[in-house]
């Protein structure tokens, strides 16, 4: 005869508490990175030769405001023309046409090849080069427009096309590279639909292609920000050049730099807002497109570490 167990009097069993693993070797190094940024940070704070005093006065000088428009004037019109530069000659290096394809990578060899610094005295002083400006028809003495050198070539003018046209060399091969991650099934559905090439690059292709584009660019705007600095060997008036200016009377460098230092951080930080807010805006539907950010990432990981959970809350 088949017998059954009685389970009716059984004792429950409790659900398992589930205890985090404790990573203190994680908490001793964070520690001590905290204890030595708060070592550092009160010995920047108690030298007297870094002058605190001399950095308030000019943190805030009329003067440095100056340079700080013309930075930022600088870095918007120079992305401003790398990008859209670079993206015509991406489009003209995945183009089948051969002359076109060796003209933009003559391009992006040129421009990407040289130093920064040279390419910006270049300009500078293109009036040594060609004293006028002419416009016309070659080889003959049609000239539609004429103009002296130095008056066109203004430092700011110079800055601008070194920095522009340096960036458009980078620029255009973030953005090739952002076309050829798209599908090349979503072009030749595009055009069975009757779509021409260029509506298709500007309403299929270029859209899919910003995820992989923004990034980069991102990189690159907070870079050229910083590469403005440069344009201070051709006195072109942006903050790099003011502070140049300050401390070459006052012969403050160290708290003249600190200064350029505290308002290339502020504007950094905040060019760092909308790249993360492109970047997830772009990357929505992909497997880091719902990324937190760090702030939240660091509280998270802090709360799950000193509050241990159970095994029913981890199945909710």
């Known amino acids: 005869m088949a017998t059954t167990l009685d389970t009716r009097h059984a004792p429950a069993e409790e659900d398992p ?48 405001f100056d340079g700080l428009v013309t930075t930022l004037w600088l870095t918007i019109a120079a992305m401003a023309l790398g990008l859209s530069l670079g993206t015509v000659i991406a489009v003209m290096r995945l183009s089948s046409n051969p002359v076109l394809h060796s003209l933009s990578s003559l391009f992006v060899w040129a421009f990407r090849g040289t130093p920064l610094l040279v390419q910006i005295i270049f300009w500078g002083y293109a009036g040594a080069l060609y004293k006028n400006v002419l416009i016309g028809i070659p080889f003959t003495e049609i000239t539609f427009f004429q103009a002296d050198t130095n008056s066109l070539l203004t430092p700011a003018v110079a800055a601008l096309l070194a920095l522009g046209l340096n960036e458009a060399a980078y620029a255009s091969e973030i953005v090739r590279a952002g076309i050829q991650s798209v599908d090349s099934g979503q072009a030749e559905a595009a055009h069975s639909l009757g779509m021409r090439p260029a509506l298709t690059m500007r309403r299929i292709v270029l859209p899919q292609a910003m995820r992989v584009i923004i990034p980069p660019m991102g990189n690159e705007t907070i870079n050229m920000l910083k590469m403005t600095a440069l344009v201070s060997v051709i006195a072109a008036h942006d903050l790099m050049s003011n502070i140049q200016q300050v401390y070459a009377q006052n012969y403050q460098v160290i708290p003249m730099l600190v200064v350029a230092s505290l308002w290339y951080l502020a504007l950094v930080s905040l060019l760092s807002i909308p790249q993360a807010w492109l970047e997830r805006r772009y990357g929505r539907g992909t497997a880091h497109g719902g990324r937190i950010s ?22 909710r």
């Open 17 to 64: 508490t589930v205890v985090p693993v404790r990573h203190y070797g994680r908490w001793v190094a964070a520690l001590a990175a905290v204890l030595a940024l708060a070592g550092l940070a009160g010995s920047l704070a108690t030298n007297a030769n870094l002058h605190w005093d001399i950095i308030g006065d000019y943190l805030f000088a009329g003067l440095i």
């Open 294 to 315: 760090p702030l939240r990432r660091m509280f998270t990981g802090f709360t799950r570490a000193i509050a241990p959970t159970t095994g029913k809350e981890e199945g």
